[in-house]
């Protein structure tokens, strides 16, 4: 091809990325990742609904697993629990894969097919599902984590704090390794979004439906990250008071202050393109390595760090 031609044809594809991008920027930046870093298996049900798959990312086959295994993040994405799916989030897949995470991106069923607390029974089938294939994946079934960002931190907040979700599929938050939770909403009544009142069954939504009403039973590590001028989710009210929580509680807490970031680009960060607006891909990649294993056994002193 000449090299007009080749310009020519990068413009064209910009311009498609641009337009991707300006409509659904998890879906352009997930049409950029790369693809020899890892290993996609997509659609994997987990559940009989075609809202119940996961993709799972493996690192790629030249990477060698520690002999205890891989650690598991299982990913929920958020869309104010009414919008999502999965394939817009290979990028995080890849970016956790590709630093020696085997990690799960999960769908779930969202409203109006479904409402409050269906949406995690079918987290808590996900993770369940992935937790049982463990070894068939070269995972450490001790170095599960399950993680999220806005309303599926919110998912993951609530398994990892509320044991009667994994009660129900016969587990346990105490055989998780921690949990992580970007700009989520672990507070938020009175609700005063539209949107999300009827998910919730507005106004008689149960106060055991916010995920602050369980931290103080937890003694899980977390991750807490939040970007301080949110304007969609209140983080000194959801983020800040949810590690106050947890620290009082004895769980270790880790908290990450993102100057540069916004409430989406908190997980757009995690695209290749967009990692210089917040190391949070380092800081999360770093909490998992550096958790150690589920001891159902023991709880260690809380320790918060907070930094930016």
Known sequence: MSLPRLVLAALVALCVLLALAASAPSRALSVLVPQGSHVLTPDIFYGTDPRQRFDLYQ????????????????????????????????????????????????????YP????????????????????RASHWKVDATRVFVMGHSAGAYNAAMLALDPRWLAGQDLSPRQLAGWIGLAGPYDFLPIRSATVQPVFH??????????????????????????????????????????????????????????GASHATLVGAFARPLRWIA????????????????????APPGAMVATR
């Open 202 to 259: 507005h106004p008689d939504t149960p106060a055991e439906s916010q995920p602050l009403q369980h931290a103080a039973q937890s003694r899980l590590p977390a991750f807490l990250g939040a970007a301080p001028l949110d304007e969609l989710v209140d983080p000194q009210r959801n983020t800040a008071q949810m590690a106050g929580l947890l620290q009082a509680s004895g769980a270790p807490v880790t908290l990450k202050w993102y100057d």
């Open 279 to 298: 190391p949070v891909l380092d800081d999360v990649v770093r909490f998992v390595h550096a958790t150690p294993n589920a001891n159902p056994h023991a």
């Open 59 to 110: 690192p790629d086959a030249g990477t060698a697993a520690p002999d205890a295994g891989f650690p598991m993040v299982v990913f929920f994405y958020g869309g104010s629990w009414t919008q999502g799916r999965k394939a817009d989030y290979r990028y995080v897949g890849e970016a956790l894969a590709s630093r020696g995470i085997v990690t799960v991106v999960a769908d779930y069923r969202l």
């Open 113 to 132: 097919q479904v409402s409050y607390p269906q949406f995690l029974n079918d987290a808590a089938m996900a993770l369940a599902q992935a937790m049982r």
